[in-house]
């Protein structure tokens, strides 16, 4: 009767341990489906080939992914040597991720997907409703077709200049319908030392103020600028973002016909 209990207790342990185990591993795929779904939905797979995977933003393991799988914010996709793979837009827009390529992908007032190795090829632009910003070689880059925008460098040696900028323009018998993004890019480099003067007023209290600030600005027909926001910054002192942030409100462009102009702009602080 002893060993008849014994043999039943030990089943018992047995059959518990198996549930405990199975519990435990939909637990985790539950816990797991639900951070995700925290997380907004930035792209979709639409077929790869050889090997292909995703890592969430401070998790040291990557899992490989198949077609059909979601690309998360904050996810970084790894495509190996020898591998590709084509993903998806919201908007419809469609790239070919190349051999040997790791993305950063990254949402807010726009998606920006920093190629931190690799190169990637447009196969459809799709509507153009979603704003996707490409970060590639120091430069935001529209895959759409706008020119890329060369980043402003602040370094660490500001010059004297006049406290306010005061960019001349010449007369021009007619206003232009709108601004090119060559003239655009050349009076935000012109701001250069104004930029500088911001980061040597803070370096000396935080000598750790080096990174990147993307900043969003309207140009209205008059050529001044509105709406100022911050849309990225690896830069947490606030002060530096707002001295940065007057800076590029100060500035002025010509005059133009056209609709006000929106800019994603970014200056690296180093």
Do not use: H
């Not at 795929?29 to 997380?39: C, G, I, N, V, Y």
């Not at 001044?224 to 830069?235: A, D, E, G, P, T």
């Amino acid at each position: 009767m002893n060993s008849l209990a014994k043999q039943l207790s030990i089943g018992l342990l047995v059959v518990v341990g198996i549930a405990l185990i199975a519990y435990q591993t939909s637990l985790v795929k539950w816990t797991k489906s639900s951070a995700d779904l925290q997380r907004p939905v930035i792209a979709t797979v639409l077929n790869l080939s050889g090997e292909v995977r995703t890592k969430p933003n401070q998790v040291t393991e990557s899992s490989a992914v198949s077609e059909g799988g979601k690309i998360f914010d904050l996810d970084t996709l790894e495509v190996s040597a020898l591998s590709t793979a084509k993903i998806r837009f919201s908007s419809g827009l469609v790239i070919d991720v190349l051999a040997d390529s790791t993305l950063f992908f990254e949402s807010g007032e726009s998606i920006f997907v920093t190629f931190r190795k690799g190169d990637y090829r447009v196969a459809s632009k799709g509507q153009g409703g979603e704003k996707v910003l490409f970060v590639k070689d120091g430069a935001v880059v529209d895959p759409l077709g706008r020119t890329p925008q060369k980043p402003i460098v602040v370094t660490t040696e500001p010059k004297a200049t006049p406290e306010k900028p005061l960019p001349q323009f010449p007369e021009a018998p007619a206003p232009a319908d709108s601004l090119s993004d060559e003239y655009i890019s050349s009076i935000m480099v012109s701001q250069k030392n104004f930029l500088n003067k911001c980061y040597a007023s803070f370096l000396k209290e935080n000598p750790n103020n080096t990174g990147e600030l993307f900043l969003s600005f309207t140009i209205t027909q008059t050529g001044n600028v509105r709406q100022v926001r911050v849309l990225k910054s690896s830069i947490n002192d606030t002060r530096l973002q707002k001295c940065a942030s007057d800076v590029v409100e100060r500035t002025t462009f010509k005059n133009f016909a056209g609709d006000p102009i929106v800019v994603n702009y970014p200056i690296f602080f180093e």
